[in-house]
Structure formats: structure tokens, C-alpha cells
């Protein structure tokens, strides 16, 4: 009697994974060698734009790479849901459209999720651990921001 709940039950759990692979969801669109990317704007160092590229790009640009598992459910309703909720906080390969006001408040976002170790999302560096950050690349994008806010700050009004 026991065995066969059992197998009932995984039965149903394998139906309901079934059926929610047909749940309609829109993948975010992807696109590389974006013009308006922060490193065709502004000449951003090797490094730090490796870093960025490893530890942020996937949700804060048009370049996302999908693992095989995000695309999923209910995996994917998750990672689509950070996509794009990450671009319309920060996207690096919109960077150029931006006004310098917005540079600068992004650039103060950024050295502030740093700090407060908000960023890249925790869910997120269990399956990549290369985008966890050491200390020293965490201290290198803060001072990295800081000095193209002044740069920003230097320059002629728009
Ligand atoms: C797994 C996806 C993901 C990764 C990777 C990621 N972010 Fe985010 N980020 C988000 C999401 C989702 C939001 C919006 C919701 C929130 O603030 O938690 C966000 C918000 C932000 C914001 C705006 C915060 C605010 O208060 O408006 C900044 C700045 C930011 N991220 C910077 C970074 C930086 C820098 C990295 C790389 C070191 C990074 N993020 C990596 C998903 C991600």
C-alpha cells in the first residue's frame, strides 16, 4: 500500500514538472558586440572589464549566456525574472545611451552593492563560482568606479 503512494506521488511530481515546461515564458534576448557597450564608450582596463564580464554580464547586459539547466522550469522563471530585472537596473551594453547623471548614480550603485556584498546574487554564485569575487576584485571595481565618477565629474557639462 505504502510502495505504491509512493510511486503515485512521483508519478504526479514528474507530471507537474511535464506540464510546466509548456507554461509560456519569453527568454530574454541576447546580442554581442553591443556598440553601445561601457567598454566602446569609455576605455575601461582588461581587467576590470574581464571581472564585469565574468561576475555581472549574465544579468546587466545583452550578453547572457544560458547554462542548460536555466533553461528549466521552474529554474527559468527564476533566471529569466533576474535577467530582466538586472537589465532594467543596469545595463553595460546600453551604457553609451546613457546621460551622465545616470552614469554617475549607476557608478554609485555599483561601488554601493559592492560594498555591501549584494552583488553578484547569492543564488547565482552557486552554480558559478567564478563570479564570486576575491576581495581584491572587489576593491579594484570599487576604485574602478570611483575614478571614472570623477572622470565624469571632470569633464563638460552635457
Ligand atoms: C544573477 C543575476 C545577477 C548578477 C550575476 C548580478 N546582478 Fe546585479 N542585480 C540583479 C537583479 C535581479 C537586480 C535588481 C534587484 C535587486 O536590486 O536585487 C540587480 C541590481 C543591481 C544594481 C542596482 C541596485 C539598486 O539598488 O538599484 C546594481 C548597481 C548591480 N545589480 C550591480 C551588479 C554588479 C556590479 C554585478 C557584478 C559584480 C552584478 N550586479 C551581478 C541581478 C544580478
Known sequence: MKKKLGKKLLLFIVLILV???FIPITK?????????DITKDFPVPQEIATTLKTSCYDCHSMETHYP???????????????????????????????????????LDE?????????MPLETYLILHRKAKLSEK?????????ESYMEVIFASEPE
Do not use: C
Request: avoid cysteine; charge should be negative.
Open 19 to 21: 506540464i510546466m515546461q
Open 28 to 36: 530574454p534576448e541576447t546580442k554581442n558586440d553591443n556598440l553601445t
Open 68 to 106: 542548460w539547466y536555466s533553461r528549466v522550469a521552474p529554474v527559468k522563471w527564476m533566471v529569466f525574472n533576474h535577467i530582466e530585472e538586472g537589465r532594467e537596473h543596469l545595463n553595460f551594453s546600453k551604457w553609451a545611451l546613457l546621460s551622465k547623471e545616470d552614469k554617475l548614480d549607476a
Open 110 to 118: 555599483i561601488t554601493e552593492v559592492l560594498e555591501e556584498n549584494e
Open 137 to 145: 576584485q572587489k576593491e579594484d571595481l570599487i576604485s574602478w568606479a
